[in-house]
Each structure stands twice: as structure tokens, then as C-alpha cells.
């Protein structure tokens, strides 16, 4: 695998997306929401790095089931805190084709939130089907499969504190 982001540029990443979000809500009450299970490492060091008062949940979205074709999204919400009336940001690991971030956005807009954004750690260029742009991004990367920081290839590589590119080789042998 070839290292795409060390941990010390993802932190610097982390930091510049946190003043971002801290631009767009001062000193307001946010609920950051992260989809797991790719989220949960940049949720755990965003949120470290925000000072207004915060609600933390998370909702889970998976259409890869173990691979690398996208199959029909299951979103389940159960872990969710309500969002009525409330300034959301939907945190997740990777903006792809963008699809799953715009089922989610739909989902939540029916749940009644004050403003939902999203922020996400990586934009992924060269695969967007959507027109939708998310209003938080961490790094621009290649179209490459990417794994670490919370990133997986069959459930393996998410505790690397940083992200690869696995190569082509690595993808299609037996995962660790």
C-alpha cells in the first residue's frame, strides 16, 4: 500500500475542518451525527477539537457488504439522538459517488433539523454521481481504494493512523 496522508497531515486536516465548522456555528449547540463505521475515528478527533456545546450519535449506512460494488443502501437510525429543531452536521469517512450522503441528507431533512451540513474527511475526484457537495472536506484524493483512519477493506487496515491506497494486488488477494 502507498501512504496518502500521514497522521500529521490528517490532524492538520482535522484542525482546518473544526474551524470551519466552528466559522458556521460559533458558540451554538451542534449535533454531530457520524455514519458508521468509517466515521468513527474522525468523529472521535473532530469533536475533540470543537469548544460549543455538543450531541453526539451516529447512524449506520452500508451498501458494500463486504465489497467494493455498491449495492442497495440500509440506513439504520436506532442510535440516532432526535435532530427537531436542531443545527446537524453528518460526519463521514469518504464522499465517493456520493450517493449515501444524499440518501442521508433526505432522511434527515424528514426529521425536522434546524440545518444539516456535512462534513466529510475525504472528496474523492472522478466518481461523483451526485450534485451535491459537501460543505466540510478534509483532502481532495485520487480515485484510488483507500484504507485507514477508520477506512476498511473487508473489515481490516481501520485502526492505520493514516490512509493508503492499497494496490491492485492487495485488493483482489485475501484480506488480513
Same mark, same amino acid.
Given at each position: 500500500m502507498k501512504i496518502l496522508l500521514d497522521e500529521t497531515t490528517l490532524q492538520e486536516g482535522v484542525r482546518r475542518m473544526a474551524r470551519d465548522i466552528t466559522s458556521i456555528y460559533g458558540d451554538r449547540p451542534v449535533?454531530?451525527?457520524g455514519v458508521l463505521t468509517g466515521s468513527v475515528v474522525l468523529v472521535a478527533d473532530? &469533536?475533540?477539537?470543537?469548544?460549543?456545546?455538543l450531541r453526539v450519535g451516529v447512524v449506520q449506512a452500508s451498501s458494500y457488504r463486504g465489497t467494493t460494488t455498491r449495492g442497495h443502501l440500509v440506513i439504520n437510525s436506532d442510535l440516532m439522538p432526535d435532530i427537531t429543531g436542531r443545527d446537524v452536521v453528518i460526519v463521514d469517512d469518504i464522499f465517493d459517488t456520493g450517493n449515501t450522503l444524499v440518501e442521508l441528507l433526505a432522511m434527515?431533512?424528514?426529521?425536522?433539523?434546524?440545518s444539516?451540513?456535512?462534513?466529510?474527511?475525504?472528496?474523492k475526484t472522478g466518481r461523483q454521481e451526485v450534485t451535491y457537495e459537501p460543505n466540510f472536506v478534509g483532502f481532495e484524493i485520487p480515485d484510488e481504494f483507500v484504507v485507514g483512519y477508520g477506512l476498511d477493506y473487508h473489515d481490516a487496515y481501520r485502526n492505520l493512523p493514516?490512509?493508503?491506497?492499497? +494496490?491492485?494486488? +492487495? &485488493?483482489?488477494?485475501?484480506p488480513p
Open positions: 449535533t454531530m451525527i473532530l &469533536i475533540r477539537q470543537l469548544s460549543m456545546p434527515m431533512d424528514r426529521l425536522g433539523p434546524m444539516v451540513r456535512t462534513a466529510v474527511l475525504l472528496r493514516f490512509v493508503a491506497a492499497l +494496490e491492485s494486488q +492487495e &485488493i483482489d488477494s485475501t
